[in-house]
């Protein structure tokens, strides 16, 4: 028997109309775990870097974490993984939700999605019946309406439905799939969904998934729920709000966005609004919040509440959680009021809500320069607000220049040309990254910024504190209680880190500091990747209910694999670099390792090569950023390291990239 996951996969082949319940490998559970982990194998096995993303051989998969669907709070991730039309690497975008669950309850670890079907369908999933349903009826329908009708159609109130809207079925590099209360945005995987004709995944399931020990398992989710109960009624001193407690950051629930509308940037992540956040704007703001959020609610099982059901006047109730709050009041320089409402317009058309209004923004910036006229924008209103929903409208349907911007800052401004280039200046790896602009170099940020493949828009931060605290009595205060260290010599490194002199940014913490604590960052992102954890409750907060020393007995009681902190470490690691291995594959490189080129406004050349040349060795990649044969022989990858030799990306023997391989890249631009 199989534990904790169910062992079979639904493979189905769009354009053969086939579909095949397919079992698992229990081996690769021990290996990858599962979620990314696993996803990452079958992208790596199944698609060659030949492959492009609207290919029908690319693959698009829905992984559900390993311990979803058992009674660990907060496990309900569903994985998302393809190979992306904006960056043209592995795409993971996470859903939180209800899917991953009932994908479990109806028998299944992943969805695993090829071809093309030639008419718009959709899937749906009841237990052991699976079907593939006309769709052609909800063309052009928003993502939650899509929802809707497929749950009366079927006569199942309690179907969790994954659903693109208009821009997914555009192929908008940006669109998102919508899923109740959640959604997985980055990186344009709505896009491929829409490119294989796929409208939707309806998932009904009514099985049970069996843990392995069941009554230590449910002792271990009994200390995490004690645990979220305790640091709820005990917020961390010292730091900001976002940063007090658990969850994602509770952006329905707060008022003061003091520090969002004065730190972040506005417009195209160009202008900064010191003294933005008065007292009357903090009125406005609030009544708006209190007038159209309609319940705070939570993903399935797990009391966190942090999103919400907003009822904009006049139009359909739609669920939002986090900064996307935000960023579309921002980028227009507008107001909560107009935020909530075309936020309703982009959740329906099933578009990021971080990226798509940065483009938008970069769009008006544009035209504002003369780069874009008048020809290219006819009929485009004069007030900020009216031309963002004139923008939406245009990119989603893909008409105009709405086609040129649907492919992201990046790619529309090769296309515009005319100096557009300078305008999208915000990316790492193509893609729109968090509109921030600072000071001094950070050197954990900028490694994160750097080396993240996760690409999302906090990157793969948490854990270690982003600032030192300005008194030691308070940092000594803080590392009381830090059981979620993974070594006791990270209290060490926060304990010494002062705001100013010689422990200060950008030279302590240490190079070699730094390394440790982005490796220990980026490995808790993607165990929670794989485990289907939220990272509102392990990656992201300072001081979370799983951790390094708890997740080992959590996938040996659930599992039955007998785990321990240095095998998952080794687990994680293993399919990280497999991660990366899939992208270097793809030719990405050291020279795709950087963070938008004015993020700091004082860098340190110097300090950032030692920065990367530090951390490569430690993650065991060459100068290049590609990871050596010894080091990938180590993890059991030795067929990647076959390939890479075979590719002529790497050597035999050789840890540094070969000249010749220079030309044999797969280049992405
Ligand atoms: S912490 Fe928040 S985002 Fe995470 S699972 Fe719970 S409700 Fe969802």
Redesign the pocket.
Known sequence: MRYAETGFNLEIDLSRGSIDQVESDPGDTELYLGGLGTNAKILWDRVPPEVEPFSPENLLIFGAGLLCGTPAT?C?RTIVSTISPQTKLMAFSMM?GFWAPELKYAGYDKVILRGKSTDLVYLWIKDDRIEIRDASHLRGKGATETAEQIRQELNEPKAQVAAIGLAGENRVYFASIEQGRSSASRLGIGAVMGDKGLKAIAVRGTGDINVAQPAEFLALCHEVLEYIEFRNQNPIPGVMAILQG???PQEMATHDEKWHTENFMWGNSRVRRKGFWTDEVKAAWTQTMEGMRTRLI??YN?P????ATISPPGQPTYMM?CFSKLTYTMAAMSDLDFGMKIAQHATEYGVDGFSTPQVMAFAIELYENGILTDADMPGLPSDNEGRFYWLLDRIVRREGIGDILANGTYWAAKEIGNGAEEYAHNNIKKHEQLPLKLSMLNPIYFLMYATGEKINITQIEGQFPQAPYPKREHREAFVKDWIQVPDEKFKQYFLDWELRGENSIPYYPTVQMCCDIVDWQEKMHYIDDALGM?A??SSFPLKPPYHIHNYPKFISAGTGIAMDEDKLSQAAKRYRTLVRAINISRGMRRKDDKPPQNHWKKRFPELEKELLDTYYKFKGWNSEGIPTKASLDELGLDYVSAEFIQRGILKEGDDSRPEEATTAELTQE
């Open positions: 907060g309900n939180g658990l969850g994602s939570s993903c797990c966190m509440k942090c999103g959680k939220c509102g409750l």
